[in-house]
């Protein structure tokens, strides 16, 4: 079986990316999530204000996974990860675990020490399994059940 390749989004991934989030809608996602979800897909055609890149994750010629990243804004929140995400059929399988390295990977090139994320208290202790230390909780943030837990994770410099 082919190995699963991790490549640039391009815009024919929209159906499928937005495919991998209704899979996760209401477990990790709340339906009014979807339409910032579609802005930020939107948006990486180089019309957001923000720099990010967003990835996807193909397994014999299917998108399983995507996930994203975004750097260069507010000194207090320098870098983060955003709409990670793997098919809900298909998690536990390490398509999240490649996800989040090659982000991690990505964001030292570019020289990011501090990377952001929030997430729901389901996710959480797997972001802490990468560093990710918890800097807050908002109960029901995102809706009802759904917590928004802030994270952030400090990195070493590639070589050091
Ligand atoms: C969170 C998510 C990205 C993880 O991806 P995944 O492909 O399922 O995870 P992996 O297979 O890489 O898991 C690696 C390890 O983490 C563990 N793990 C997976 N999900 C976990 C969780 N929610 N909490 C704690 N550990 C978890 C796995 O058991 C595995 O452990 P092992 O190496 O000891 O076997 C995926 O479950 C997902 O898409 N969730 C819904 C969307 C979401 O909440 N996204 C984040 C907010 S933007």
New binding site residues.
């Given amino acids: 079986m082919p190995d699963p390749t991790l490549r640039p989004y391009r815009p024919a991934d929209r159906a499928a990316c937005l495919a991998l989030f209704d899979s996760?809608m209401p477990?990790?996602?709340l339906p009014h999530e979807r339409a910032e979800f579609i802005e930020w897909l939107d948006g990486l055609d180089g019309s957001s204000s923000e720099a990010c890149e967003y990835s996807v994750v193909e397994d014999a010629g299917q998108a399983v996974?995507c996930?994203g990243i975004w750097w260069g804004g507010d000194p207090q929140r320098p870098a983060g990860?955003?709409?990670?995400?793997?098919a809900?059929d298909?998690?536990?399988?390490?398509?999240?675990?490649?996800?989040?390295l090659a982000r991690l990977e990505r964001l030292r090139e570019l020289g990011v020490a501090e990377v952001h994320?929030?997430?729901?208290q389901?996710?959480?202790?797997?972001?802490a399994?990468f560093g990710f230390l918890e800097m807050g909780r908002v109960p029901d943030g995102y809706g009802p059940g759904l917590d928004r837990v802030d994270m952030v994770a400090q990195l070493e410099r590639s070589g050091a």
Avoid: I
């Fill in positions: 996760n477990s990790s996602f996974a996930g990860f955003a709409w990670g995400m793997v809900r298909l998690q536990r399988r390490g398509y999240g675990t490649r996800l989040v994320l929030d997430t729901t389901h996710t959480a202790p797997y972001y399994r």
